[in-house]
C-alpha cells in the first residue's frame, strides 16, 4: 500500500476496509504480484464463454441491426443518471448539485459489508424524494470467497432498502481480478 493510500485509509479509517479506496468507492488496484493468474485449467472455462459468444453473435447482431434510430431531443433529465454517495461530510452539497442539475436517476454504491448501517442509507435515499435510487450492491473480496456469506448480505441489503427503492443492481465489476477472482 503506498504512503497516499496509507494516509487515505487512516482519515477514512471505521468508514471502509483497508484495502477500499473511498474517493472512487473501488478497492485499491492490486499488486501485480498478487493477482491469481490464469492457468491451463482455465483453458474450457474460456472456451465455454467463447463458444456462447460465438453461438449469440448473429442473434446480438440482428438486434443491433435491428434497433430504430431514438429521437435526438430527449431531454438530458430522461436518460442521463448520476452516482451519489452517502459519506457524511458531503451529503448536502451532493443534494443540492442533484437539484442544480435536475436529474431524476441516482446511483447508490451500498456496500455489502456495511450491513450494519442500512438504516443510514435508507434514510439517505428518502431524502432524495424527487429522484429514483438504483442500489448498487458492492461485493468484496470475500464475497468470491464465501459464497453463503454474499447471498446473506445481498438478502439483508434487500430487505433493508426495498422500502426506500425497489431497484437493485448486484453482481458489479464480476470476474475482476481486483477482487481475487480470475475466472468466470
Known amino acids: ?24 468507492c473501488q478497492p485499491y488496484k492490486m499488486r501485480a504480484e498478487d493477482k491469481p ?3 491451463q485449467g482455465n483453458l474450457l472455462e474460456y472456451a465455454k464463454v467463447f ?11 440482428y438486434k443491433f441491426l435491428s434497433l430504430k434510430k431514438s429521437p435526438a431531443n430527449i431531454p438530458a433529465k430522461d436518460f442521463v443518471g448520476l452516482s ?3 459519506d457524511k461530510p458531503h451529503r448536502t452539497a451532493t443534494h443540492e448539485m442533484v437539484e442544480d442539475i435536475g436529474v431524476q436517476e441516482l ?22 424524494k424527487n429522484q429514483n435510487v438504483l442500489i448498487n450492491i458492492l461485493q468484496s473480496r470475500d464475497s468470491v470467497k464465501n459464497v453463503a456469506e454474499w447471498q446473506q448480505q445481498v438478502r439483508q441489503i434487500i ?25 468466470t
Not at 463458444?51 to 447482431?61: K, R
Not at 446511483?107 to 432524495?128: C, I, M
Not at 426495498?162 to 470476474?175: E, K, L, M, P, R
Open 1 to 24: 500500500m503506498s504512503e497516499k493510500q496509507k494516509q487515505t485509509a487512516q482519515h477514512f479509517s471505521g468508514e471502509h476496509p483497508e484495502w477500499w479506496d473511498p474517493y472512487s
Open 37 to 39: 493468474r490464469s492457468s
Open 51 to 61: 463458444g456462447s459468444a460465438l453461438m449469440g453473435l448473429p442473434a446480438i447482431s
Open 84 to 86: 451519489i454517495n452517502a
Open 107 to 128: 446511483l447508490l454504491r451500498v456496500p455489502s459489508w456495511e450491513t450494519d448501517k442500512l438504516d443510514g442509507y435508507a434514510q439517505y435515499v428518502e431524502s432524495f
Open 159 to 183: 430487505a433493508g432498502l426495498q422500502d426506500v427503492s425497489q431497484t437493485f443492481w448486484i453482481g458489479n465489476a464480476i470476474n475482476r481480478t481486483k477482487w481475487g477472482c480470475a475466472h
